[in-house]
C-alpha cells in the first residue's frame, strides 16, 4: 500500500503535580471532530517548512493561548488508515513545567476545545470523563511522583 505520511506533534505540559488536559469540540471547524468530547493534550499537524519542535509550539500557542518551551520527545507511536491510505506518526514533547498562575492566561481555541483541567492521578479523575488512548499511555508513563 502506499500511503500519504502524516506527522503530528503535541505536548504534554506539567503544573506542579498535575498535568493540562484540554477537552476537544464535538465539531470542529464545520466538521465532526476525531475523539469528540475526549480530554487531550495540545498538539497538530506539523506544516510544511517546520519542524515537529516547531509544530508542538505553535500549536500549542494557537490551542491555549501559552508560548511555552519544550524539552524532549517523551513518546511516539504511528497509526495506519488502510481506508484513507494514511500514516499517522505522532511525537509528543514534555513542556517545561508551568507555574500555577499561569493557568489565569490560558485562553482556549473554542472552535477545538471546549474546556480545560488539570489531571492529577487516575484515582482523582473522573471514570466518565473520556481520554484519548494515546494519553493515557503518556500519562501513566510520565506521572510526576
Not at 476537544?24 to 515537529?52: A, C, Y
Not at 511516539?76 to 506518526?89: A, G, H, W, Y
Not at 473520556?130 to 510520565?142: A, F, H, M, S
Request: aromatic share 8%; proline share 4%.
Amino acid at each position: 500500500m502506499e500511503a500519504t505520511h502524516k506527522l503530528i506533534a503535541h505536548v504534554l505540559i506539567p503544573v506542579q503535580d498535575s498535568f493540562i488536559l484540554i477537552k476537544r469540540t464535538t465539531v470542529k471547524r464545520g466538521k465532526k471532530n476525531v475523539f469528540p468530547s475526549f480530554w487531550d493534550i495540545p498538539g497538530g499537524l506539523v506544516e510544511r517548512g517546520e519542524t515537529p519542535r516547531e509544530a508542538a509550539v505553535r500549536e500549542c500557542r494557537e490551542e491555549i493561548g501559552l508560548q511555552i518551551n519544550i524539552r524532549d520527545i517523551i513518546f511516539e507511536d504511528s497509526e495506519i488508515d488502510k481506508q484513507k491510505k494514511l500514516v499517522f506518526t505522532r511525537l509528543v514533547y514534555m513542556a517545561k513545567p508551568l507555574k500555577k498562575d499561569m493557568l489565569n492566561k490560558i485562553s482556549l481555541d473554542l472552535e477545538e476545545h471546549s474546556d480545560i483541567n488539570l489531571f492529577h492521578s487516575f484515582d482523582t479523575w473522573e471514570n466518565s470523563e473520556k481520554l484519548v488512548p494515546y494519553v493515557i499511555k503518556i500519562l501513566r508513563k510520565n506521572m510526576l511522583k
